[in-house]
């Protein structure tokens, strides 16, 4: 996997959000919460989980993604995972 910057990290997961969700694509704020924001349910944040760690070609333990509340939690998991695979 190629290097990304966060940006480009923000970009693609919004872009996996508006799949799951069946909208066009939104460019998400670092705040909004995944389920009360942007309308994720239980279902939407397993199918998210699942396409992230395709996306990515990473692995976040099931711990750290009942961590994650918020587009910027989940964008530092992110970075914080491929970092440490450099």
Same mark, same amino acid.
Request: charged share 35%; hydrophobic share 40%; no cysteine.
């Given at each position: =996997? #190629? #290097?990304?910057?966060? &940006? ?5 997961? %919004? ?7 069946? &909208? ?18 239980? =279902? ?12 990515? &070609? #990473? ?11 918020? =587009? ?6 992110? &970075?914080?995972?491929?970092? %440490?695979?450099?």
């Amino acid at each position: =996997m #190629t #290097t990304q910057n966060r &940006e480009e990290i923000k970009q693609e997961i %919004s872009g996996i959000i508006s799949e799951i969700l069946e &909208e066009d694509f939104v460019l998400f704020e670092d705040d909004a919460r995944l389920l009360e924001d942007i309308g994720l349910d239980s =279902m939407g944040f397993l199918e998210l989980a699942i396409q992230i760690q395709r996306s990515f &070609e #990473t692995l976040i333990q099931s711990d750290e993604w009942r961590q994650i509340k918020t =587009m910027k939690d989940l964008l530092d998991v992110i &970075e914080s995972k491929l970092n %440490s695979n450099e």
